[in-house]
């Protein structure tokens, strides 16, 4: 059973806040943050938001590798034992990125393609 969060839990989480550098950078979090109407100075706050937009992001990108590798589109170690495998790059499409959105509530659509 998880023990209920407390005021001192928060203090130390938010402490450890000002030394985390976020890989989004706070003055990209901070602008969109503006955009959207919040305007604040706590850095804290906006790399709370960089932490959540990171954690949102390495979610989709995992369950789009996942659909990759159940597409077949995994790297693949097999092959005779004579020659080292290449080692093939991931690519983002978007046939793997729409079903990983889709997981998380998010509906996207290729625009139509005119001649």
């Not at 550098?21 to 706070?26: A, G, H, K, N, R």
Request: proline share 7%; net charge positive; aromatic share 6%.
């Amino acid at each position: 059973m998880n023990k209920p969060i407390t005021g001192d839990d928060l203090l130390t989480f938010f402490k450890t806040l000002d030394d985390f550098t976020p890989t989004l950078p706070d003055s990209l979090t901070a602008h969109y943050l503006s955009q959207s109407g919040l305007q604040t100075s706590d850095p804290r706050i906006i790399r709370l938001v960089s932490l959540a937009a990171q954690k949102f992001l390495t979610e989709v990108a995992s369950d789009a590798l996942t659909h990759s590798t159940m597409r077949g589109n995994a790297p693949s170690t097999s092959g005779s034992t004579s020659k080292k495998p290449k080692d093939k790059k991931n690519c983002l499409k978007m046939e793997d990125l729409q079903p990983a959105l889709k997981d998380l509530g998010i509906e996207v659509k290729k625009p139509a393609y005119y001649m």
